[in-house]
């Protein structure tokens, strides 16, 4: 595995998170991401936060 | 969302305006052709109202008038010079940058995403619409364009890297830095206040 993805800040897992919306990600960096996440809670809200973006996003553009 | 007196199609259909300019900024990058689009869609809508048949949302039916303006406007550029300038292709190299101001140096964030109270029920808040809306509208020009196209549009990440003729690296880089700021932005005027838990 790669060094720069074995262990991640949240600088970097924040951008895997935000990544994983425009491309699939590769098994190490859903591994290393997933370790991330058991231990960070703030990373953790800033992936319900980007569901929340999405969903949000996709409700704006009909209107209600 | 902001929603009018149904009896007067005139203010409904205005309501709808910050979207319709925000879309045609999108496509077109420029304020004067946007307001123009829109403008014309406007007024072809409130001719045509009576075709409204309801079967979509009137903001779905303002936004399929608009587009043919919008592509009208595009085809007219075309002809007048070759291409858009790009208004942003200096700041391209400082994205990467840009990102120290949302982390320190060891990779923390500097501001932490705090855990948000019942989002879903936001989305029933005419008021949390308007907040959405000027959260949008404070984003940088480039990260709001692409951030619209992919998120409120559904686009596809390359084709709007190679529309806005940046690289795939820093497209992914303009898209987390909009999302960052856009999740500041309603946390600080909408989750993370008291006025949040009393609706």
């Known amino acids: 595995m790669p060094a720069e993805i074995e262990d991640l800040n949240c600088r970097r897992a924040s951008f895997l998170l935000s990544l994983a919306c425009e491309r699939p990600l590769s098994a190490d960096e859903v591994r290393a991401l997933k370790a991330h ?15 929340f973006l999405h969903d949000c996003s996709k409700k704006f553009r009909t209107g209600t | 969302m902001p929603r009018a007196s149904a009896t007067d199609p005139r203010a409904e259909i205005e309501s709808h305006r910050p979207y319709l300019v925000r879309y045609a900024l999108a496509q077109l990058r420029d304020a004067e052709l946007a307001e123009e689009a829109v403008q014309e869609a406007l007024v072809a809508a409130l001719e045509s109202i009576d075709g409204f048949d309801k079967r979509s949302t009137l903001r779905t039916w303002l936004t399929s008038i608009l587009r043919f303006k919008v592509i009208d406007i595009q085809r007219r550029i075309v002809a007048e010079r070759q291409r858009l300038p790009y208004d942003e292709a200096g700041a391209a190299a400082e994205h990467e940058a840009w990102l120290d101001e949302m982390f320190d140096e060891t990779g923390h964030w500097r501001s932490p995403p705090q855990a948000w109270n019942d989002p879903e029920a936001a989305l029933e808040q005419a008021r949390f619409w308007e907040v959405f809306e000027r959260c949008l509208a404070r984003l940088p020009a480039t990260g709001g364009r692409v951030f619209f196209k992919r ?42 206040t008291e006025a949040s838990d009393a609706r």
Do not use: K
């Open chain 1, 37 to 51: 996440l058991d231990e960070c809670l703030m990373c953790t809200n800033f992936e319900q936060q980007l569901r």
């Open chain 2, 151 to 192: 998120e409120v549009l559904g686009e596809d990440t390359p084709v709007i890297c190679r529309d806005e003729g940046i690289t795939d690296s820093n497209c992914w880089v303009i898209l987390h830095r909009a999302r960052i700021l856009l999740r500041m932005c309603l946390e600080q005027h909408w989750f993370g």
